[in-house]
């Protein structure tokens, strides 16, 4: 039995008012109740228009996106309620209104989170179809379960509001089979598109239907090493306009069923499909970090982009080292790190959940920050050639202490959306630079290292408009404990716990490594400790760890009890600190 409730009056789900109405139905058996159950559910109307773009309740937004995995850091995989909360509020705080799961459905309760918060989702179903990209993975089980597997997503996360996209794939193309120089072997790949588009629609059809479409390795494209200013980027594809005319027409079969067309790192091609696909709806599935500005820019200047999903928002454990830089050419030129790489260091925020300096960058990118922001490349590797990968970055660091390169040269890099810049050195003026969107938000100096104070100021039309500070700190002598919370749940809730190191006036120090000893008593246990050095062998679940750029993260689990939990930290030449957690 079915029954259509009308509801008047009622107020929006939106990013900026996540409102939510709970429905609840009771069953009753001769009067007394037998059985309940309730759910969430927001109102909120979806669009999408050629020459528009999106529209959220009736307003056009371009989304700001990220990819992620669905780790959580030095968790693992376990999926905690609150280390899924605590992941979309770090996101939401720096800026990001969407998210794609990638590449997979994720649980309930990030879901729940995102509905509550106001974050909206690209939901993802498949990394694969028929064709496999590892020996033993999904392919070997999709055309048994695929609509199962649809279906059942799709009926679970079908009330919440944050959906607005199913993805029925990512990056199929690859390892497919295809030869795609001999125009042989598409027909499976567009029917299984349009096959798989017309389940999602019968089981939905109030989300729009997109999937992730990668490039194809045409044997006229060519792949080139780019530098600027000491940076090698390796392997940056080139397409002529044979190549362009080709993945059109093979993209137009692929995404003829589909209401988005999923583009991963293919924002070259922005403008182009603009006149060529007038009506063909685009979204940025996946883009690089290192081209962030002109992400950002091509997806602002074309209406038909919706939005852009830099892989990724976060840093995850696996695919190591896709995003690290190195100085060797030829380790480089290797897909992943060899070990002891363990993280994918391409994330906007590390795996403690800390921002990263392209985080910062963003931040001017997408004019959430006035202030300029200052880095410095380190002075051992001044000089030298850095290769990375565009999921990588340069290898700069928040950090002014470099002892022992007393008079040894180093790059400052400044981001900053205003008109110039002037750098001060301990009070001595090293020249004004032209800033903002003409050097695309970065500027460098290249100085000779002396340590003290670093101070940037920002001008616009000659008028101050921001500065910012980097100074050389002391020897760390003690701790700082930040928990994200203070009180929390009786009942296996989570307190994230910053370690940072300070020196003797209460500074941070950021190049700190001493090793930390964590104790816990009361009414918890300590569940996690790391830190977000990508290549560390240290172990998560032990009671000690090296901090890494001066800091490491604890995280105490309540076991069902009120009461409190008290962490004790102390380690190599720095005073013992704790923090009190309570437990209600």
């Known amino acids: 039995m079915s029954k259509i409730l009308e509801i008047y009056n009622y107020r929006l789900w939106d990013i900026e008012d996540p409102y939510l109405y709970k429905l609840e139905v009771k069953v009753l058996v001769d009067g007394e109740e037998s059985d309940v159950d309730s759910t969430y559910f927001g109102i909120r109307k979806i669009e999408i228009i050629p020459k528009v773009g999106f529209k959220l309740n009736g307003r056009v937004i371009k989304l700001k996106g990220g990819c992620i995995h669905h780790d959580n850091g030095i968790l693992g995989s376990a999926s905690y309620d609150r280390a899924e909360e605590r992941k979309v509020e770090i996101l939401k705080q720096n800026g990001f209104n969407a998210i794609r799961t990638a590449h997979n459905p994720f649980s309930p309760s990030f879901l729940d989170a995102c509905d509550r918060l106001g974050m909206l989702v690209m939901e993802e179903f498949f990394d694969v179809w028929t064709t496999g990209k590892r020996a033993y993975d999904y392919h070997l089980f999709f055309e048994k379960y695929w609509e199962e597997d649809i279906e059942n997503t799709i009926k679970r996360d079908f009330n919440h509001p944050s959906i607005v996209m199913w993805s029925i794939g990512n990056e199929i193309t690859w390892g497919s089979g295809v030869d795609w120089e001999r125009d042989e ?26 999937s992730a479409f990668c490039g194809i390795p045409f044997e006229n494209i060519k792949a080139e ?3 600027e200013n000491g940076i090698v980027i390796l392997g940056v ?36 499909d603009a006149e060529k696909y007038p009506n063909r709806i685009i979204c940025g599935t996946e883009t690089f970090p290192y081209t962030l500005y002109d992400n950002w820019k091509e997806t602002l200047e074309n209406s038909n982009v919706i939005g852009d999903f830099v892989w990724t928002a976060m840093d995850y454990l696996g695919e190591a080292g896709i995003g690290r830089a190195s100085l060797d050419e030829k380790e480089a030129r290797n897909f992943l790190g060899h070990f002891p790489w363990l993280i994918s260091n391409c994330g906007d925020i590390d795996i403690c959940g800390d921002k990263k300096p392209q985080s910062y960058y963003r931040d001017i990118v997408w004019g959430l920050r006035k202030d300029p922001y200052i880095v410095v490349l380190p002075p051992e590797i001044y000089g030298r050639k850095i290769y990375l990968k565009m999921w990588g970055w340069e290898p700069v660091e928040r950090n002014y202490n470099f002892k022992g390169y007393e008079g040894k040269p180093l790059r400052v890099y ?54 910012d500070i980097l100074e ?19 009942y296996e809730d989570l307190s994230f716990i910053k370690i940072v190191a300070i020196d003797e006036l209460g500074r941070e120090v950021t190049d700190a490594k001493n090793k930390v000893r964590v104790k816990v008593e009361g009414v918890g246990k300590l569940l ?25 993260l604890a995280i105490v689990k309540s076991l069902g009890l009120s009461g409190e939990i008290k962490l004790k930290v102390w380690g190599e030449g720095l005073k013992e600190e704790e923090v009190i957690i309570k437990c209600e």
């Open 225 to 227: 090493d780019v530098e």
């Open 472 to 490: 050389t700190t002391g020897d760390p002598v003690g701790l700082r404990l930040i928990p994200d919370r203070n009180i929390i749940s009786s």
């Open 237 to 272: 594809w080139q397409e002529g306009e044979e190549v362009r005319e080709k993945w059109g027409k093979i993209t137009e079969k692929y995404f003829k069923t589909l209401d988005i067309a999923g583009y991963n790192y293919k924002i070259d091609r922005y403008r182009y």
């Open 528 to 552: 996690a400790l790391g830190n977000a050095d990508p290549i560390s062998q240290e172990s998560f679940v032990g009671n000690e760890i090296s901090l890494y750029k001066g800091r490491a």
């Open 414 to 467: 400044i981001y900053s959306d205003a008109d110039e810049v002037e750098l001060f050195l301990n009070g001595k003026s090293m020249g004004r630079k032209i800033a903002g969107d003409r050097v695309k938000y970065k500027v460098f100096y290249d100085l000779n290292y002396e340590e003290g104070r670093l101070e940037v100021i920002a001008y616009k039309n000659g008028v101050e408009v921001g500065r």
């Open 185 to 210: 072997g598409y027909a499976s790949i567009f029917e299984w598109s349009e096959r798989l588009s017309k389940k999602v629609k019968e089981l939905d059809s109030s989300r729009f239907v997109t």
